[in-house]
Structures are given as C-alpha cells and as structure tokens.
C-alpha cells in the first residue's frame, strides 16, 4: 500500500523559508511523478507544482513560479519542495500527492488533482505577514 508523509511545515514571516519533504513508500518511488498541492481555510484544493519520475520536467502553478522549486531524490523515496520569499497568501495544508499505479514510468505530469490516487496526511504552512 503506498504511503506518502509530507513534513517541514511550520509557522514563518513573509519573506522567508521553508522546505517540504514527503517521503513515499510502498511502491516502486522513482518510476512515478509526484505533485504538490494545497488547501486554503474555505478554498478548494489547487496544484502547486509536479515532477516527473526522472525529475527532468517539472511544473508550477503561475503564483509560485519563480519562488517555489519541486525537486526529488529517488535514492531516498523523497521528494521536496523549497518555497522562498513566502506570502500570507501562501497559507495552507500542503498535500503531496501520488499517481495511479498504472503510471509507472510515463514522462508527464498532471496539474489536476484528478491525476492523483494517493494523497499524504498534509502539513500545515503557516505565513505571518
């Protein structure tokens, strides 16, 4: 059964840090795209950024292109998201998330969270402005 754990949340000022990881289990890890998604208090759940297995492709949602970066080891089932110069908007549980198995090895991505079959538990991102 697969198994995502995001961690690296927390509370933080505008315009600073933090670094996201989600570790990933029960599958084959590295011959699969993974997402990053969140959820705002009230809002529907919306795309951040995705990678590729190979991690060679990656994409992002047009607010956080430029301040966000997805990246993954696939030596270590983990993958990341670093997230500079951060925003009261940027509040959220971030959720990472994971395709059907029938993905193995394909070269895309998905920005809709209908692309996705497994999800983590979240963790919460806090920006105080």
């Known amino acids: 059964q697969v198994q995502l754990v995001e961690s690296g949340g927390g509370l933080v000022q505008a315009g600073g840090s933090l670094r996201l990881s989600c570790a990933g289990s029960?599958?084959?890890?590295?011959?699969?795209?993974m997402g990053w998604f969140r959820q705002a208090p009230a809002k529907e759940r919306e795309f951040v950024a995705a990678?590729?297995?190979?991690?060679?492709?990656?994409g992002y949602e047009d607010s956080v292109k430029g301040r966000f970066t997805i990246s993954r080891d696939n030596a270590k089932n983990t993958v990341y998201l670093q997230m500079n110069s951060l925003k009261a908007e940027d509040t959220a549980v971030y959720y990472c998330?994971?395709?059907?198995?029938?993905?193995?090895?394909?070269?895309?991505?998905?920005?809709?969270?209908?692309?996705?079959?497994?999800w983590g538990q979240g963790t919460q991102v806090t920006v105080s402005s």
């Open positions: 998330a994971a395709p059907s198995d029938g993905t193995q090895g394909l070269d895309v991505i998905w920005t809709n969270a209908r692309g996705y079959v497994y």
């Open positions: 029960g599958r084959l890890f590295s011959r699969y795209a």
């Open positions: 990678i590729t297995w190979s991690g060679d492709r990656t």
